[in-house]
């Protein structure tokens, strides 16, 4: 492994962006189907529908500070509690291996389930509501958490075990301070996973049942025939994900700085 | 002894537990814990299952769920394993696309469900595309990903024995890059499986059929919560083979790769 | 203090099965420092995951004060052979240190006071903040060392503890070891292929046959103390032993064609 750097850590490195909304702009103009609004018109839609407030609400529109904030905390509620319920479990099922053998078969089939099923099943058991897309959220990305998991709590360096044990530390200390930093690093790759999943399933189920977010929004706007609105829109879902995406790097590398400088040692 | 060896199966634990959930979600049912009206019971839900299994119109729906799966998976590879083998060798093109990319990667797909609508007439073929555009993601990080961890001494080999780019490409880049374009094949077909549905869902029966429009031909029904969940547990069962079978390719076809990677680890 | 008796372990079973201990008799006396030398692959470490109840021996018995060991007894600190994995790469030095403290009840200034008198005596006073791998290998190993002692066991069993650190602080950590077990009445079990050292820092050599293991020597280190790394090793007495356990650790074949490393 040669350690390159990854080209996008240089200055500069976002010229293509630019360059790629000028073609898209020019094409589209030239183009001139409806269809296919031109970038300045997305924009110019995107800045109408949420950032054409009053300035004492620093220009946020009643739609920016209702269904962004809908949407993002029952991504956030559904994701984070299928983080805390993933994790447990999954070391729990790591560390037992006669749990694992009764109970791994059932999770792999679980996760095998697509989770836009779930979405129907939700809907008739609880009416259309945050608690409905939370519960869909939290089944459809507990899987992949719950699976790396157990595949981190399983695969701790004997090693590092044995050295707990004979220092003498409790089960509950062994458990915090050795397993838990053990799997890290997978729970990580799981959570990762999970959360891209969970913003999927968080547009689609706001497109299915739902009064309010994001993801009614497109749909209304889709219903409307505003197109500028839905490829705001659509712009929008890409930027939070990209924020998201950043920020969940952002506490990774922190958290697990560790992990990547003793690997590259070793 | 014969306990301690019976336990010691993978197998039968698996399939214990299976049964004991079964039990368990009966019992609830049957103690009245979980009315049946709030949540089917297991035996019907199961009966029906096997209902379903016999029923011509849902296996229809799975047929055509898991063609325009199929196609879409197929097209997926043809276009992102030769793009991420482009994006791969060439600098320059990664470096031009990969904040654009940046942007788009995470636009989650089926946000683009609703301008599809409007663009497609024919639901089968915007089925299809949209399948193709959120599968190629990970097929297309991973073949990058694994272009860069070819051992760049063995490139280094066939060059000093004469060979040429191509040759370098076809006997060194393509096999060791090979398990990292499987794995991002598998993670693929689970995320063609929910743009397929999630269109179904949201085309509705005015877009043919597939096991999203089943289930929402059942909603109106008022044993409806036994079709979802007898459905859901027929497309866990294909997830679960199709899976496996995807990791049992896999597994033999690379068993040089995970035998390094184990020692490594 | 710990009675090791007809001591047998074999690893697997059928035809890939390796007989490691072939019934091990040791007993070890309050306060003594005993080292065990012997060939490489011997079976050492077996014997003292054994005592340290990492490792269900198949046969045999050991008793620590008296009673069986079963699980990891209280009041014991192990120095692994392979001390780099035994460290926790997501720990500060420090952190790794005092960590076996909590189990003593220590609150947290007092932990963190005793980590740096045990980094300090190990010459490692600078490093606290830092990761193990961002050390040196004698230095994660001066680290295990100090997690050890900080521990003050009442038995401390160590498997080639000075393996890769150079020579003069090999030498001062040997003199570390004496010194701590005269102010903490340890008991001490130490591994080592180096039969100088043995013979340098132990009350006791124990001399371990090839494998499957056997006790085939157990001397009485009878020097002046306290010892001193000049004048010991001139000691009459010091040559002697040391030829005695050579002799007693290439056994009974022609030395010629048998070279061990101990030798060297
Ligand atoms: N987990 C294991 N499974 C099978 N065989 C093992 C295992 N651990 C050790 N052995 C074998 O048992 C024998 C004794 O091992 P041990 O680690 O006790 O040797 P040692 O005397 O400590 O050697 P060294 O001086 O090189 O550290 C070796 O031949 C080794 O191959
Ligand atoms: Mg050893």
Excluded at chain 1, 35 to 45: D, N
Excluded at chain 2, 3 to 31: F, H, K
Excluded at chain 2, 190 to 198: F, N, Q, R
């Amino acid at each position: 492994m040669n350690p390159a750097k990854p080209p996008s850590k240089r200055p500069g490195w976002l010229w293509p962006v630019p360059v790629a909304l000028a073609g898209w702009e020019l094409a589209t103009r030239a183009a001139g189907d409806l269809s296919f609004p031109p970038p300045t018109t997305i924009f110019s839609r995107m800045r109408e529908m949420w950032l054409s407030g009053p300035a004492d609400r620093l220009w946020l529109t009643d739609a920016a500070l209702t269904d962004i904030p809908a949407s993002v905390g029952r991504l956030l509620a559904g994701w984070a509690l299928a983080g805390l319920v993933g994790t447990t479990l999954g070391i729990a099922l790591g560390r037992s291996p006669l749990l694992s053998r009764f109970l791994g078969p059932l999770v792999h089939f679980a996760r095998a389930v697509p989770p836009p099923l779930l979405l129907p099943f939700f809907m008739a058991l609880f009416a259309i509501g945050a608690r409905m897309q939370i519960n869909v959220i939290l089944f459809g990305v507990v899987w992949p958490i719950l699976i790396n998991s157990a595949e981190g709590a399983r695969h701790v360096d004997p090693l590092h075990l044995e050295t707990a044990a004979a220092f003498g530390l409790s089960r509950g200390q062994r458990l915090l301070r050795v397993v838990l930093p053990s799997a890290l690093p997978k729970v990580f790759a799981g959570l990762r996973l999970s959360l891209s999943l969970a913003l999927i399933l968080m547009v689609i189920s706001e497109l299915v049942g739902s009064v309010d977010g994001i993801g009614f929004q497109l749909l209304d706007a889709q219903r409307s025939y505003d197109l500028p609105g839905v490829w705001g829109t659509i712009v929008l879902l890409g930027l939070l994900g990209c924020a998201f995406n950043a920020a969940f790097l952002a506490a990774e590398r922190r958290i697990l700085s560790w992990h990547r400088a003793a690997n590259q040692t070793t | 002894m014969i306990a301690r060896r019976l336990l010691d199966s993978g197998p039968l634990c698996g399939a214990l537990g299976a049964a004991g959930l079964v039990g368990a979600w009966e019992a609830a049912g049957r103690t009245g814990f979980i009315s049946p009206t709030v949540f089917p019971r297991a035996s019907a839900v199961l009966s029906r299952a096997a209902g379903l299994a016999a029923d011509a119109g849902f296996l229809s729906c799975v047929v055509s769920t898991l063609g325009a799966w199929a196609i879409g998976l197929l097209l997926t590879v043809a276009v992102a394993v030769p793009a991420g083998f482009l994006l791969g060798t060439l600098p320059g093109l990664e470096r031009a696309f990969g904040p654009v990319f940046e942007f788009l990667r995470p636009i989650p797909s089926v946000a683009l469900i609703p301008p599809a609508l409007v663009l497609f007439s024919d639901k089968v073929d915007m089925k299809i595309t949209l399948i193709v555009y959120a599968a190629s993601w990970p097929v297309l990080i991973n073949t990058m990903y694994g272009l860069k961890e070819v051992d760049p001494l063995a490139k280094e080999t066939l060059r000093a024995f004469g060979f040429g780019p191509a040759a370098v490409l076809w006997r060194v880049s393509l096999p060791s890059t090979a398990p990292f374009i499987a794995a991002g094949v598998r993670l693929a077909a689970a995320v063609a499986l929910i743009v397929g549905i999630s269109v179904e869902f949201l085309a509705g029966g005015a877009g043919g059929s597939g096991i999203g429009v089943f289930l929402i031909e059942a909603g109106g029904a008022t044993d409806a919560l036994e079709y979802i969940v007898a459905a859901a547990l027929w497309a866990g069962v294909i997830g679960y083979l199709s899976n496996g079978l995807f990791v049992l390719a896999e597994r033999r076809a690379f068993r040089w790769h995970t035998a390094r990677t184990e020692v490594a680890r | 203090m710990l009675e090791i008796s007809n001591l047998t372990h074999t690893y697997g079973s059928g035809p890939g099965s390796h007989h490691a201990l072939g019934g091990v008799d040791l007993s070890v006396a309050e306060g003594e420092l005993v080292c065990i030398v012997g060939p490489s692959g011997c079976g050492k470490s077996t014997l003292l995951r054994s005592v340290a109840g990492l490792l269900r021996p198949g046969g045999g018995e050991v008793l620590f004060n008296g009673a069986p060991v079963a699980g990891t007894p209280k009041d014991l600190a192990v120095v692994f052979q392979d001390y780099s994995r035994s460290l926790f790469p997501w720990m500060s030095v420090a952190d790794n240190v005092s960590l076996p403290l909590r189990r003593k009840g220590l609150d947290r200034p007092r932990r963190e006071e005793a980590a740096l008198e045990a980094l300090t005596q190990v010459g490692l006073e600078e490093a606290g903040a830092k990761y193990p791998w961002q050390l040196s290998g004698g230095m994660q190993q001066r680290v295990a060392i100090a997690r050890a002692l900080a521990y003050r066991p009442a038995l401390l069993l160590m498997d080639e503890p000075f393996g890769s650190v150079d020579a003069q602080t090999r030498e001062d950590l040997e003199d570390l070891t004496l010194r701590v077990r005269g102010h903490h009445a340890m008991t001490i079990l130490l591994i080592t292929h180096d039969i100088d050292e043995s013979v340098y820092v132990g009350d006791r050599v124990v001399v371990l046959s090839g494998a499957p293991a056997t006790v085939v020597g157990d001397l009485r280190v009878d020097l002046p103390e306290p010892r001193e790394q000049i004048a010991t090793r001139e000691h009459p007495g010091f040559v002697r032993l040391r030829a005695e356990v050579g002799r007693l650790v290439r056994g009974p074949r022609p030395a010629a064609q048998h070279p061990t490393p101990e030798t060297v």
